[in-house]
């Protein structure tokens, strides 16, 4: 079992940054692929950005595309969502997960997906 935490999420302005990190227990983080996914009040959580157990392939939400960046450090069990030119849309509690053994690409369509952090809210004022 895994589990994930989360840090870095906080108000800022529009057109401000923020980087999410998200911390993973055990000592097989590399056989995790990894992803952020997003839940606005009275929506449904959504696919942000996933990235393969190497790090080799990334997917982003079209909304996102441009302006997200996920990577992870598998030296330090840790994946990370770098978000610039954030805007207030961007406003949700943002959740780490993971897939033992998966595919980023299915974990972008919510499949898969073993774990779940307890998520960080981003609140982005305009």
């Known amino acids: 079992q895994v589990q994930l935490v989360e840090s870095g999420g906080g108000l800022v302005q529009t057109g401000g940054s923020l980087r999410l990190s998200c911390a993973a227990s055990g000592h097989t983080f590399s056989r995790y692929a990894m992803g952020w996914f997003r839940q606005a009040p009275g929506k449904e959580r959504e696919f942000v950005a996933t990235?393969?157990?190497?790090?080799?392939?990334?997917y982003y939400a079209d909304s996102v595309k441009g302006r997200f960046t996920i990577s992870r450090d598998n030296a330090k069990n840790t994946v990370y969502l770098q978000m610039n030119s954030l805007k207030p849309e961007d406003t949700a509690v943002y959740y780490c997960?993971?897939?033992?053994?998966?595919?980023?690409?299915?974990?972008?369509?919510?499949?898969?997906?073993?774990?779940w952090g307890q998520g960080t809210q981003v609140t982005v004022s305009s």
């Open positions: 997960a993971a897939a033992l053994d998966g595919s980023a690409q299915f974990m972008s369509i919510m499949r898969g997906i073993d774990y």
């Open positions: 990235i393969s157990r190497i790090g080799g392939t990334t």
